[in-house]
Structures are given as C-alpha cells and as structure tokens.
C-alpha cells in the first residue's frame, strides 16, 4: 500500500459519518451486508443503494435506487453523503463514480476485487479520495487499533 492509498484511508475514515454502500444485499450472509452492518455498529450512519431492494429497509435504513436519489433525499434533510462504498462488478463502477463525482462526496471506496482505473481517474479528477481492492471493514479495524489512545501503564 502506497502512503497516498494509506493516506487517503485514514482520512476517508476519520472525516465520514454518512456512507452509501451501492449493492447492499439485504441478505445477512452476504458481504455487503455484514460489512454495512460492522460500520453501522461503529458509528457510521448506512445509506443503503439497491434497485432490486428500492424502498424497503435493510439495517433500519431506507434504500435508494439510485446514488443520485438518495442524496437528493438526504439533502432535503441538510444530510450529505461523504464516503460511497461499492460492492458491484468493476464494469458496472464508472457510472457509479460519476454519480459520487455529482454528488460531492469526499470519496470512493471500491472494495475488495473490485477494480476499475477509469472510474478510480474521473474520480481522483474530481478531487475525490480513492480506495480500490480494500474492504472498509478490515481497514477500519486496523484504522482503529492504530488511532486508539494509549494510556499510561498503571503502577
């Protein structure tokens, strides 16, 4: 991992409280879904994106069909949208990418084995923070274990 990828990681971490994951599966066992489910124990708010699963609930939250409507949601509530974790095929990511470009999120998050250098270049143009083939649950642990505060040894 390069300091620019570790970089952007801690930051994408640190500064996001609203996370879309496109292509959360309301399914329990599947990745998205309990990946969702770990950040949402840790504090993120889970915007959920599924078209199949439009407009019914998966973890307490809404789901969106579209990036692109669900910010628009959001934002009648003054809610924007900082971090979008994808869990798609890396041939479907472009328009997903131009739909975080669109609507102002700080980053794109692709997850593990999911690559796509065009997508990744319309994003970083944009000035968004890029992960790619890196799972936000396993990063997020490592994030933690090497934020936590030390405290002094007691005697």
Known sequence: MTNQEVQDINKLLAESRVIAVVGLS??????????????????????????VAAGTSILGEHVY???????????????????????????????????????????????LGVVNEIAAAHARAAGLAVVM????????????QNTRP???AQS
């Open 133 to 144: 083939d890196r799972c936000t649950k396993i990063e997020h642990a490592r994030w933690r």
């Open 26 to 51: 309301p399914k329990p066992d599947r990745a998205s879904h309990y990946v969702a489910a770990y950040l949402q124990q840790h504090g993120y708010r889970i915007i959920p994106v599924n078209p």
């Open 150 to 152: 030390t405290t002094p």
């Open 65 to 111: 069909p579209t990036l692109t409507m669900a910010a628009a949601a959001l934002a009648e509530q003054h809610i924007l949208i900082d971090l979008v974790d994808v869990f798609r095929r890396p041939e479907e990511v472009v328009p997903i990418a131009d739909e975080a470009i669109a609507v102002h999120a700080k980053g794109l998050w692709l997850q």
